[in-house]
């Protein structure tokens, strides 16, 4: 009995291993949704904006080092360079001319003392004299040198006027705008810093006077004005890009781009750090971040590229350098995201959402928002945000490409309390973290962003 009921056993036994397993137990558990990690955020947040990078000031040392640090982030995730690079960094020579004589000024041949170059072009100007005495900048006359003796608002603001009439010299009246402008660049003028090769836009040279002697001057309209530089010398840097790749399964889907600026202002002359935590070193963290999730999934139908920036704060250069020498053909890119601080948020907006520059030009928002994405329309249009951040060199180019901030007129903007301390830590996770889903849906999917009707820009 005891033999039988064991066969018995030993045959169910054997069905049993024969029997097709349940469809659950076939099943692979889907793997848990990427978690961004604020210790990871924190960290990379640290070392860009403390004390030892010193605000990563545009094409000096500093900024090579975020560069670096970015670089070495992105190869230890597993990117590779770009298709056609040998590393991750790309390098441009950044020119910056600079006054180490004097900057003098005659009139009819007699010096004029006091006088003090604020904003110069390099170049030395001689011409006839007008003299503007009106209230709206617009009503300035177009001559050569424009002498202003009294104006009741910033004398920057008929810097732009002074452009647009093709002035050459505009002289203000000293005040403490004018001699905090100065001492901001350590009491020199400010020249033109422009990339190797290129043509720095012609611009006004702007100076100021004492009051009593433009107003003296006033009735001297005709005379001919003279402003001379001794010694004016031609300084080279490098500005340094860092570029990964992630290569994608479907050559002909495309690429998408991830971008942000990595530099900052650094030190004044003073020797104040501007730290530039939120500007931008929170937005060279997303673009680590974002890197990071998307390396350690499965391999994305179009390729990705990371780029983190150099020299945005001293004209775009990097962007504009990428743009005009690019890893890939410009028009395997799909579309552009960039990140300008996001380390806070601003009021104005639902509570952890950020704002999308030019939200309305293209479906590239609208789409990410319905994907999950924390983001919504620019509450700034007159601020012109779409055209001044690195995005912008790409849009020109055709490209649907736009810019996420978290509060675009933080109080600690370009000030030395742009600090780590001021940084919303849970806001700016949380703000990457939302990213996460929609950018997978760019990367595995099918969309493409296009512009609206009157949404692209002209080139």
Same mark, same amino acid.
């Given at each position: 009995?005891?033999?039988?009921?064991?066969?018995?056993?030993?045959?169910?036994? *054997? /069905?049993?291993?024969? &029997?097709?397993?349940? =469809?659950? %137990?076939? $099943?692979?558990?889907?793997? #848990?949704?990427?978690? +961004?990690?604020?210790?990871?955020?924190?960290?990379?947040?640290?070392? *860009? /904006?403390?004390?030892? &990078?010193?605000?990563? =000031?545009? %094409?000096? $040392?500093?900024?090579?080092? #975020?560069?670096?640090? +970015?670089?070495?982030?992105?190869?230890?995730?597993?990117?590779?360079?770009?298709?056609?690079?040998?590393?991750?960094?790309?390098?441009?020579?950044?020119?910056?001319?600079?006054?180490?004589?004097?900057?003098?000024?005659?009139?009819?041949?007699?010096?004029?003392?006091?006088?003090?170059?604020?904003?110069?072009?390099?170049?030395?100007?001689?011409?006839?004299?007008?003299?503007?005495?009106?209230?709206?900048?617009?009503?300035?006359?177009?001559?050569?040198?424009?002498?202003?003796?009294?104006?009741?608002?910033?004398?920057?603001?008929?810097?732009?006027?002074?452009?647009?009439?093709?002035?050459?010299?505009?002289?203000?009246?000293?005040?403490?705008?004018?001699?905090?402008?100065?001492?901001?660049?350590?009491?020199?003028?400010?020249?033109?810093?422009?990339?190797?090769?290129?043509?720095?836009?012609?611009?006004?040279?702007?100076?100021?006077?004492?009051?009593?002697?433009?107003?003296?001057?006033?009735?001297?309209?005709?005379?001919?004005?003279?402003?001379?530089?001794?010694?004016?010398?031609?300084?080279?840097?490098?500005?340094?890009?860092?570029?990964?790749?992630?290569?994608?399964?479907?050559?002909?889907?495309?690429?998408?781009?991830?971008?942000?600026?990595?530099?900052?202002?650094?030190?004044?002359?003073?020797?104040?750090?501007?730290?530039?935590?939120?500007?931008?070193?929170?937005?060279?963290?997303?673009?680590?971040?974002?890197?990071?999730?998307?390396?350690?999934?499965?391999?994305?139908?179009?390729?990705?590229?990371?780029?983190?920036?150099?020299?945005?704060?001293?004209?775009?250069?990097?962007?504009?350098?990428?743009?005009?020498?690019?890893?890939?053909?410009?028009?395997?890119?799909?579309?552009?995201?960039?990140?300008?601080?996001?380390?806070?948020?601003?009021?104005?907006?639902?509570?952890?959402?950020?704002?999308?520059?030019?939200?309305?030009?293209?479906?590239?928002?609208?789409?990410?928002?319905?994907?999950?994405?924390?983001?919504?329309?620019?509450?700034?249009?007159?601020?012109?945000?779409?055209?001044?951040?690195?995005?912008?060199?790409?849009?020109?180019?055709?490209?649907?490409?736009?810019?996420?901030?978290?509060?675009?007129?933080?109080?600690?903007?370009?000030?030395?309390?742009?600090?780590?301390?001021?940084?919303?830590?849970?806001?700016?996770?949380?703000?990457?973290?939302?990213?996460?889903?929609?950018?997978?849906?760019?990367?595995?999917?099918?969309?493409?962003?296009?512009?609206?009707?009157?949404?692209?820009?002209?080139?």
């Amino acid at each position: 009995m005891l033999s039988i009921l064991a066969r018995t056993l030993a045959v169910l036994m *054997l /069905a049993a291993v024969a &029997l097709p397993a349940p =469809a659950d %137990a076939k $099943r692979k558990p889907r793997p #848990a949704p990427y978690k +961004v990690r604020i210790e990871s955020v924190m960290a990379h947040e640290k070392f *860009l /904006a403390g004390p030892e &990078l010193r605000g990563r =000031a545009s %094409a000096s $040392r500093d900024e090579a080092i #975020a560069a670096a640090y +970015v670089a070495a982030q992105f190869a230890q995730f597993g990117l590779t360079p770009a298709p056609g690079m040998s590393g991750y960094l790309q390098t441009a020579k950044v020119i910056r001319l600079a006054v180490k004589g004097a900057a003098t000024l005659s009139v009819d041949g007699t010096p004029v003392p006091g006088f003090a170059l604020i904003l110069g072009s390099g170049e030395p100007v001689t011409g006839k004299m007008a003299v503007f005495t009106g209230d709206k900048p617009a009503d300035m006359p177009a001559a050569d040198v424009v002498i202003v003796p009294s104006f009741k608002g910033s004398p920057f603001a008929l810097f732009g006027a002074a452009r647009a009439k093709k002035v050459r010299l505009l002289i203000v009246p000293e005040s403490a705008a004018t001699k905090g402008v100065l001492a901001t660049n350590g009491n020199a003028p400010q020249l033109p810093v422009f990339l190797e090769g290129t043509t720095p836009p012609p611009r006004p040279t702007v100076g100021s006077l004492p009051a009593d002697t433009l107003s003296a001057l006033a009735g001297r309209a005709g005379a001919t004005v003279a402003l001379t530089l001794t010694d004016v010398a031609r300084e080279e840097s490098i500005t340094t890009n860092a570029i990964g790749y992630i290569t994608g399964t479907d050559a002909k889907a495309g690429t998408l781009l991830f971008s942000a600026h990595l530099d900052h202002i650094g030190a004044l002359p003073n020797g104040t750090v501007m730290y530039g935590a939120n500007d931008d070193a929170s937005g060279t963290v997303a673009v680590i971040e974002i890197a990071k999730a998307m390396a350690a999934g499965r391999r994305p139908r179009r390729s990705l590229m990371f780029v983190a920036y150099g020299s945005e704060e001293i004209g775009l250069f990097g962007s504009n350098y990428f743009a005009k020498n690019p890893p890939i053909p410009l028009t395997d890119i799909v579309a552009n995201l960039e990140f300008e601080m996001i380390g806070a948020q601003d009021p104005k907006l639902p509570k952890g959402v950020m704002m999308m520059t030019g939200y309305d030009r293209s479906n590239f928002g609208p789409s990410m928002k319905a994907h999950g994405a924390l983001v919504t329309a620019d509450p700034y249009p007159e601020q012109n945000f779409f055209q001044r951040s690195d995005n912008y060199a790409l849009a020109r180019q055709g490209i649907v490409a736009h810019t996420v901030s978290g509060w675009a007129l933080v109080p600690t903007y370009h000030q030395p309390t742009d600090t780590i301390e001021n940084i919303d830590f849970k806001f700016m996770t949380n703000a990457i973290q939302s990213l996460i889903a929609p950018v997978k849906w760019l990367a595995y999917g099918k969309f493409t962003p296009e512009w609206t009707k009157d949404g692209k820009p002209k080139p």
